[in-house]
């Protein structure tokens, strides 16, 4: 069982910056893919972005591309998500998440990740 902890978010204008942190313990990384997920007021939860740990092949939707970017740290065992030009539908509640072996057709689906955090909500307001 991996335990997931985001921090990070908050209130930003348009056209700021957030960074998230995702930090990671239980056990060991290896094999693990890392994933952030949001869920918008209203709406369903949706995919974001995704890290391989070990390849560290990285995995992004289409809305995002270009303006945010996942990365982790192995000596810290954390995986942030570095948002960069939000814009108010980036509104949400962001989640990390977990899983062992996740196999690529599996990546974009909440349904593949086994181990989540509690979420930390970022507004993009004026």
């Known amino acids: 069982q991996v335990q997931l902890v985001e921090s990070g978010g908050g209130l930003v204008q348009p056209g700021g910056s957030l960074r998230l942190s995702c930090s990671a313990s239980g056990r060991t990384l290896s094999g693990y893919t890392m994933g952030w997920f949001r869920q918008p007021p209203g709406k369903e939860r949706e995919f974001v972005a995704a890290i391989r740990w070990s390849s560290r092949n990285t995995y992004y939707a289409d809305s995002v591309k270009g303006r945010f970017t996942i990365s982790r740290d192995s000596a810290e065992n954390t995986v942030y998500l570095q948002m960069n030009s939000l814009n108010p539908e980036d509104t949400a509640v962001y989640y990390c998440?977990?899983?062992?072996?996740?196999?690529?057709?599996?990546?974009?689906?909440?349904?593949?990740?086994?181990?989540w955090g509690q979420g930390t909500q970022v507004t993009v307001s004026s």
């Open positions: 998440a977990a899983s062992y072996g996740v196999i690529v057709s599996n990546t974009y689906n909440p349904g593949g990740y086994k181990n």
